[in-house]
Nanobody
Framework: QVQLVESGGGLVQAEDSLRLSCAGSERTFSWYAMGWFRQAPGKERDFVAAISWNGSSTYYADSVKGRFSISRDNVKNLVYLQMNSLKPEDTAVYYC??????????????????????WGQGTQVTVSS
């Protein structure tokens, strides 16, 4: 059972940067692909970024490409989401998630909510204009 805890959210102005962190408890954390999703009020939970279990492959939603960067430190059991040039439309609760399978081939890293079996509690990001 993977337990995930996000941190780093807050209130920022447009064009500012934030770095979200996600800490995993499971000793086999490094075997899971990881994803970041976000959910704005009244909307569905949307894919933001994902990284394969070994860090060799990364994936991004079109809306964040070139602005956000996902990375991981498998020694420290951490996943990061570096968010630059933030926009008001990036305002949402951001969730970290772990793959429902271990050691999934990097080119099969899931990009949908249904591919993830473990979720954090979320962290609020608010971007003012």
């Amino acid at each position: 059972q993977v337990q995930l805890v996000e941190s780093g959210g807050g209130l920022v102005q447009a064009e500012d940067s934030l770095r979200l962190s996600c800490a995993g408890s499971e000793r086999t954390f490094s075997w899971y692909a990881m994803g970041w999703f976000r959910q704005a009020p009244g909307k569905e939970r949307d894919f933001v970024a994902a990284i394969s279990w070994n860090g060799s492959s990364t994936y991004y939603a079109d809306s964040v490409k070139g602005r956000f960067s996902i990375s991981r430190d498998n020694v420290k059991n951490l996943v990061y989401l570096q968010m630059n040039s933030l926009k008001p439309e990036d305002t949402a609760v951001y969730y970290c998630a772990a793959d429902s399978l271990k050691l999934r081939p990097p080119d099969k890293t899931p990009l949908r909510v249904s591919g993830y079996g473990f979720w954090g509690q979320g962290t609020q990001v608010t971007v003012s204009s």
